[in-house]
């Protein structure tokens, strides 16, 4: 995350460059990978900033959202989460997630195995796809072998 373009990007918005806003981004950047809640960025952010508000740190979010600097993502489970976005248009069309239906982990793939797909709406239809997520539901390596030990006993 490149901090002087990331300013430059909220003053050209009319947007404030606020501590809050930097601190938010900071967070992410330090977890790569991860799919943090508002509530666990609220609790990185008390670390350094023990007066922050929640509040303070859900407009946040909301504002980094809409500037795309910051995705919103849902495993179908209720709760929001996010993830430090991509600078480049197409590194975020191609980033996806397998989620283990019964452990709750999540992993992040980059793989788009859906050029073909989409190479043919566009080719059959002429619907030229600008975006999509893919979120692929099953077990983890753990999980499956820990199903495998009990079936084995």
């Given at each position: 995350?490149d901090?002087?373009?990331?300013?430059e990007?909220?003053r050209?918005?009319?947007l404030?460059?606020?501590a809050?806003?930097?601190?938010?981004l900071?967070i992410m950047a330090e977890?790569?990978g991860?799919?943090?809640?508002?509530?666990?960025?609220y609790?990185?952010?008390?670390?350094?900033?023990p007066d922050?508000?929640?509040?303070?740190?859900?407009?946040?979010v909301?504002?980094?959202v809409?500037?795309?600097?910051i995705?919103?993502?849902?495993?179908d489970?209720?709760?929001?989460?996010y993830?430090?976005?991509?600078?480049?248009a197409d590194?975020?069309?191609?980033h996806?997630?397998?989620?283990?239906t019964k452990c709750?982990?999540v992993?992040?793939?980059?793989?788009?195995l859906?050029e073909n797909l989409?190479?043919a709406l566009?080719?059959?239809i002429?619907f030229e796809?600008?975006?999509?997520?893919?979120?692929?539901?099953g077990y983890?390596?753990a999980c499956?072998e820990?199903?495998?030990?009990?079936?084995?006993?």
């Amino acid at each position: 995350m490149d901090q002087e373009s990331v300013k430059e990007l909220l003053r050209k918005k009319g947007l404030k460059v606020t501590a809050q806003r930097m601190m938010v981004l900071e967070i992410m950047a330090e977890h790569p990978g991860e799919h943090l809640t508002a509530e666990e960025i609220y609790d990185l952010a008390r670390t350094t900033s023990p007066d922050i508000g929640l509040a303070t740190i859900y407009r946040t979010v909301q504002v980094l959202v809409e500037l795309q600097l910051i995705d919103k993502v849902s495993f179908d489970d209720g709760i929001a989460r996010y993830e430090l976005g991509e600078q480049n248009a197409d590194a975020r069309h191609h980033h996806h997630h397998a989620i283990c239906t019964k452990c709750g982990k999540v992993f992040s793939f980059e793989d788009d195995l859906l050029e073909n797909l989409e190479k043919a709406l566009r080719d059959s239809i002429g619907f030229e796809v600008v975006d999509h997520e893919v979120k692929l539901y099953g077990y983890c390596a753990a999980c499956r072998e820990n199903t495998d030990d009990r079936k084995e006993k």
